[in-house]
């Protein structure tokens, strides 16, 4: 059966340095004839968690003028933002069709480079990074293969957190050179909202974390910069990365997925995907130092 997942982030503000946060994941099976999830079980059940923490922690100011003989008083910021509480809960439910997944609990952000060694295989985990998916497809790249156009594709989407369908959106006619800053804009197309973003591409001395490099690889050695008369015919003379035309989003993907896999240690690579290049973006552009980060 599908599964929903609420979030409930409730901050309980009171004269202390520090507010108090609850965090609540609410997990409800659907089915046919139960009622779970509704805005007004969440409601109830949201009560239920403030009765808890009553019996937790009764003397935290938030409640300590409420009637201890009644069970079901709540404090007055649960009453402001329980309307609002209700509508988010309908919306989500319009939205997601009552059944969404929210995190990646079985996939793992593939960083750029984490500079460790697996002690002769004893912990995979350390070499799985973008470096040595991009060693592997240089090493084994041959000439019917396409290994170099797929770590250009692989590379764009990782350094413009993009979402693995995201590459085959890359046309030559979008992108600008900036002469000001020195670097090339090539807009980057984002598929939910259908908006296009600037993505700079800033040189790295690094080869494997270069853009121009992994694209001159690309363009000089398997002939990235050449369409056949039959790819104009078909439209594909702008076109950055021909073997994703004519893909659905999800078999692009799916290419990637498969791509980034090949490269790693097979005990491992079942939790490594395209999605995994998202997730590494979004973590490391979290980091409040980014010049601690070894990539």
Not at 2 to 20: T, V, Y
Not at 86 to 94: G, P, S
Not at 171 to 189: A, G
Not at 278 to 294: E, F, M, T
Request: with cysteine; proline share 6%; aromatic share 12%.
């Amino acid at each position: 059966m599908p599964r929903q997942s609420f979030m409930i982030f409730a901050s309980l503000h009171h004269q202390e340095p520090s507010p108090m946060v609850l965090m609540t994941i609410y997990n409800v099976r659907s089915t046919a004839t139960a009622r779970e999830g509704t805005p007004t079980t969440l409601e109830k059940y949201i009560g239920k968690v403030i009765k808890y923490f009553r019996t937790v922690d009764p003397t935290h100011p938030d409640w300590t003028d409420l009637d201890p003989n009644d069970q079901k008083a709540v404090p007055e910021w649960w009453t402001t933002i329980r309307p609002l509480f209700k509508a988010e809960v309908q919306k989500f439910q319009l939205l997601f069709k009552g059944n969404a997944q929210f995190g990646l609990h079985d996939i793992l952000p593939l960083y750029s480079d984490l500079g460790l060694d697996d002690e002769e295989g004893k912990y995979p985990h350390r070499i799985c990074d973008q470096k040595h998916v991009f060693v592997h497809l240089v090493k084994e790249a041959n000439a019917t293969n396409d290994n170099l156009q797929k770590a250009a594709i692989i590379h764009s989407i990782a350094e413009a957190i993009g979402r693995g369908g995201e590459g085959k959106f890359q046309t030559f006619r979008d992108w600008v050179f900036d002469y000001l800053w020195q670097v090339t804009n090539t807009p980057w197309k984002e598929k939910k909202t259908v908006q296009a973003y600037a993505m700079a591409r800033v040189p790295d001395e690094r080869w494997y974390a270069d853009w121009y490099f992994i694209m001159a690889m690309y363009c000089m050695c398997e002939k990235g910069l050449y369409r056949s008369p039959q790819q104009k015919q078909s439209g594909l003379d702008q076109v950055v990365f021909p073997i994703l035309h004519g893909r659905k989003d999800e078999s692009v993907t799916t290419l990637i997925t498969e791509t980034i896999r090949s490269a790693l240690p097979e005990s491992v690579r079942k939790y490594f995907s395209a999605k995994s290049l998202r997730q590494s973006g979004i973590n490391a552009s979290a980091d409040d130092d980014p010049g601690g980060w070894k990539e």
